[in-house]
């Protein structure tokens, strides 16, 4: 049935969780805005057919009782002819099908529209987990996505960090504050302590710089480190 | 009426369900991929999808009528036995698309209400008391919104243990790595 097809993508976009994205279904979104396409070729070709048959009943040649030049449905209401009555049905037909297909096209768009969005807002809250650095990202979710999201991912960032040049210098102009940060978690100690799972070489902070090797525990400012926590270089511990 | 955000991937699903209809003119496409024909004739029941429904309609093309499961007689029983009901097998739509249906099926938001506030309670009375065998079968049963209620319940009370042992405050990992 017409609108099988979005229904399908419309599932697709359910499975979007804040873990996992299923792969970009390209496939299916041509199969959807071909459809469309195709439908509103067919609207056009009936409403073209309706217009030319109006023409040429007005000179007159179909029905000699008619009255009005356009066969309208509600000029002529009691016409017990049976010519006007399947004329009157056919265009009633075809009024219904035009409808049948532009609300299938509308319904194909808003289930379209759907998917992306839900897929953009996914990329969104991707980027800020890995602190806008669209390389940190790991390879089987980069894998499922398509090129224009990737693009849509690097410009996203790219325009976070226009922002921030633009207006660091009178925000902030002494600290040097880190942009990326994701602020859900409110920070509650100003050290924490933490294991490394990865290594991650040397960093560089506000005590100097420290050598973070995997298997060490390290108890360091957080601000310096919460990069590395997201990503899961590193392991915060807790003080229970 | 509620509002129905544009977006909201729930409404787009629940708009799927069928509803009856008579068809007051022929209409094409309606069959399945399968199937020898796709023209349905004039004065023919043919169950459309509720969005197709509802819009054909409003411009007379067709008359839509209310679908089984919210019939006088279908609510009668479920109000009989609310927490008993298996929503999942009769409707997993159940709450979204009366939603949807408030408008043109009278007493409808009262039934869902009653329904709803009889089978909450025991959601919440399940969820707080952990992993409970006898309590399976009604998780099993229930319909989306309340099984998305019921994860945020759980979701609650593992957030209260985590605050009692110190773990609310750790920086967890992102969930994609």
Redesign the interface.
Known sequence: MLGDECFKLAKEAKDVTPDHIPAYNEELVRLVTQESRYLWRRVVELIQATESSSQQSSSGVFSPSQSTSKPDLSSQPFSNDPADVSRSMESENMQGQVALYVHTIERNKRCLMAYHRKRAEFLQSLLWAVHLAPTMVPQNVSQRLAPEEQNYAREYAKLNMKYRDSVEATLCPNDSLDWALNGEVPPRDLLIEVRVHRDCGEIVTQSGIVNLQAGTQHYLCRSDVEHLLTIGYLEHINPT | MARRD?????D??AG?ERVPCLL?????????AGSGTSKVQ?NQRWAL?Y??GE??DT?G?IEMSTPAVFSKRASRMYAASATSMQLRAISPHYYQFGLQLADIVPGLPAVLRNMYMERVQRVAQISQQGQNVEGLEFVQSLDRTEAKLMQKYQAAQGAMADWQ???A?????????
Do not use: C, N, S
């Open positions: 544009y977006y909201d991937i729930d787009i699903l799927q007051r003119v022929d209409l094409d496409g309606l069959g399945t004039r999808p969005w197709m819009r054909l411009e093309f042992h110190g773990r405050y750790k920086l967890d990992k992102a969930g994609v790595f």
